[in-house]
């Protein structure tokens, strides 16, 4: 794996260690655990918002550089989700006093209290009495909240995963740039753009472009095309993503929807031409 997607996971798993150490202080003051909370007796609803807690050390670590996060970052988010719950486990044995008064740490070992905890976990659906202990069943439940809590890491990583990044260098881009323009259907620089376009003259279209027709929309009696070009420029590498929306209206059907749209993607270096 890449140094980046070891940044990426280290901060997810400090911020998730985090997370379950004040669920554990919340457990030891008001004997009250979000990670043990389920939904219907059934889902884990409660360690899968922890785990949207814990992926913010992802979110915040990759936006501050940039990074985009990779496929292998979203399969680690289950190995991290089980170290989170093995760091749960601890600070409840260090911190969460048992029946009798005594943190588990001065009675038990730890893989003994980790073996105790998961055969006598108990579910109740917040009415009626607790089941009985689940014993060789309170694994399943324990896989079940891992699993839910990396899907709620894995919630943080779809946020990432939705934002454009520069395919050359997998950084996220800047701030996008708008441009538009209205032309009438019958003006010959509109076929110009089109021929620029489709040979990937980037950098001549946008020419074209800056001189091409009104920044504001024609009479209605016109048939127009409104051209509308989005660029992001990457810091890291120079590269930028351009996307060109060509939207032809008729004067006959007067409306905010268009008749067509086409629209086209490049990422390229600055400085070789777009």
């Given at each position: 794996?890449?140094?980046?997607?070891?940044?990426?996971?280290g901060?997810?798993l400090?911020?998730?260690?985090l997370?379950?150490?004040l669920?554990?202080?919340?457990?030891?003051?008001?004997?009250?655990?979000?990670y043990?909370s389920?939904?219907?007796?059934?889902?884990p609803?409660?360690a899968?918002l922890?785990?949207v807690?814990?992926?913010t050390?992802?979110?915040?670590?990759?936006?501050?550089?940039?990074?985009?996060?990779?496929?292998?970052?979203?399969?680690?988010?289950?190995?991290?989700?089980?170290?989170?719950?093995?760091?749960?486990s601890?600070?409840?044995y260090?911190?969460v006093?048992?029946?009798?008064?005594h943190?588990?740490?001065?009675?038990?070992?730890?893989?003994?209290y980790?073996?105790r905890s998961?055969?006598?976990m108990?579910?109740?659906?917040?009415?009626?009495p607790?089941?009985?202990?689940?014993?060789?069943?309170?694994?399943?439940?324990v896989?079940?909240?891992?699993?839910?809590?990396a899907?709620?890491?894995?919630?943080v990583?779809?946020?990432?995963?939705?934002r454009?990044?520069?395919?050359?260098?997998?950084?996220?881009?800047?701030p996008?740039?708008?441009?538009?323009r209205?032309?009438t259907?019958?003006?010959?620089r509109l076929?110009?753009?089109q021929?620029?376009?489709d040979?990937g003259?980037?950098?001549?279209?946008?020419?074209?472009?800056?001189?091409?027709?009104?920044?504001?929309?024609?009479?209605?009696?016109?048939?127009?095309?409104?051209?509308?070009v989005?660029?992001?420029?990457?810091?890291?590498c120079?590269?930028?993503?351009?996307?060109?929306h060509?939207?032809?209206?008729?004067?006959?059907?007067?409306?905010?929807?268009?008749?067509t749209?086409?629209?086209a993607f490049v990422?390229?270096?600055?400085?070789?031409?777009?």
């Open positions: 794996m890449s140094r980046g997607t070891w940044i990426l996971l901060s997810g400090v911020t998730s260690l997370a379950t150490l669920d554990a202080l919340l457990a030891r003051a008001a004997d009250l655990s979000l043990d389920l939904a219907f007796g059934v889902v609803l409660g899968a922890l785990g807690a814990g992926g050390g992802l979110y915040v670590s990759a936006r501050l550089a940039r990074l985009k996060p990779t496929r292998l970052v979203l399969v680690g988010l289950l190995g991290v989700s089980a170290l989170a719950f093995l760091g749960r601890l600070w409840e260090w911190l006093p048992t029946a009798g008064g943190a588990a740490f001065e009675v038990v070992s730890f893989a003994d980790l073996r998961v055969l006598s108990t579910v109740w659906s917040g009415s009626g607790a089941t009985g202990t689940l014993e060789g069943y309170g694994a399943v439940l896989g079940a909240q891992i699993v839910a809590f899907c709620g890491s894995a919630f990583y779809a946020l990432l995963a939705m454009p990044y520069c395919t050359t260098c997998r950084r996220f881009l800047g996008p740039r708008h441009r538009q209205y032309v259907t019958g003006d010959p076929a110009e753009l021929r620029f376009i040979s003259n980037w950098q001549k279209a946008l020419d074209v472009l800056e001189d091409l027709g009104q920044l504001t929309e024609p009479r209605p009696t016109d048939d127009w095309v409104q051209v509308y989005t660029e992001h420029f990457c810091p890291e120079g590269g930028r993503q351009i996307a060109v060509q939207a032809e209206y008729a004067s006959d059907v007067w409306t905010a929807e268009p008749e749209e086409r629209s990422v390229s270096p600055r400085g070789r031409g777009a």
